[in-house]
């Protein structure tokens, strides 16, 4: 397909990767539990289904081969989608209660680690969807270092949603999660055999095109939803701004009812 989808790729995981940062920025001032869980489901699908699940698929449209269509198990792919912003969800969820300042590392390091080998086995659940005509194996090299990667990818991520409290933080914070997320996937992908069985009967299944344009669709909205959820809600100097407006326009009491001591 050429290099134009490696960048495509990328370039969703980092808008992603960024809409979600703002996301978790909103969770942590919150003004009610409900809210917080609201914008911490923003989060994990902004982070876990587009850039994560979404880059994944976009980069699947570059893998063909010769003497065999590809095709994709439809129930095994939404399963990878859940696993992709569950686990999103739960690490941002564990990482961002509070505590100590140990206790808050201890979660952030189990988090980081649970999430990252979630979305190593999304990776994977997405290329067990795969039908061909012949076998896929995995070099075990590679898929432990693409584990590796995405355990420190996705500590990294949670590290970088606590600190990246400002946009100059965040544009840069998102760069590295997509580079990183982006990284599992080239990694893994490095590490496939496939042996094609010109005997074999033809795969059944989805193609890539046919699952990728609905979930791209999606993703776009997600994404859109997101940030118009971000715009609409009102900042702190905002909040700020009002509440002393509102403390000026208060009435002042009538003089001849102060000496009146009312």
């Known amino acids: 397909m050429g290099v134009w989808v490696l960048f495509l790729a990328y370039a969703v995981a980092v808008v992603g990767s960024l809409v979600g940062l703002i996301c978790v920025q909103a969770a ?8 917080r869980w609201r914008w911490i489901g923003f989060a994990s699908l902004s982070i876990g289904g587009v850039a994560i699940w979404l880059m994944h698929f976009i980069a699947m449209t570059g893998f063909d081969l010769p003497g065999s269509p590809v095709r994709y198990d439809l129930t095994r792919t939404l ?12 690490g941002l969820a564990v990482a961002g209660s509070g505590g ?34 012949g076998s896929i194996d995995h070099d075990r090299g590679y898929v432990i270092a693409s584990v590796v990667i995405g355990v ?9 949603s606590r600190v990246a409290t400002r946009w100059v933080f965040q544009i840069p914070a998102a760069l590295v999660m997509g580079l990183a997320v982006v990284s599992l996937h080239y990694t ?7 042996q094609v069985d ?3 009967a033809l795969p059944s299944g989805t193609s890539v095109s ?13 994404i859109a939803a997101a940030a118009a ?24 009491p009538d003089r001849a009812d102060l000496f009146a001591g009312k």
């Open 28 to 35: 942590a001032s919150a003004s009610s539990r409900a809210l």
């Open 79 to 90: 399963l990878s989608v859940l696993l992709a912003v569950g686990a999103t969800g739960f």
């Open 100 to 133: 100590s300042r140990t206790v808050r590392i201890v979660r952030l390091l189990i988090s980081g680690v649970v999430m990252g080998l979630a979305v190593s086995l999304m990776h994977y659940t997405g290329m067990w969807a795969i039908r061909i005509r």
């Open 152 to 160: 420190v990818a996705a500590t990294a991520a949670l590290w970088f």
């Open 188 to 194: 893994g992908m490095a590490g496939v055999r496939v």
């Open 198 to 200: 010109p005997a074999a």
């Open 210 to 222: 046919a699952l990728l344009f609905p979930a791209f669709g999606i993703g776009m909205l997600i």
């Open 229 to 252: 959820a971000v715009l609409m809600t009102p900042s702190k100097t905002d909040l700020a701004l009002d509440a002393e407006i509102a403390r000026w326009e208060e009435p002042v």
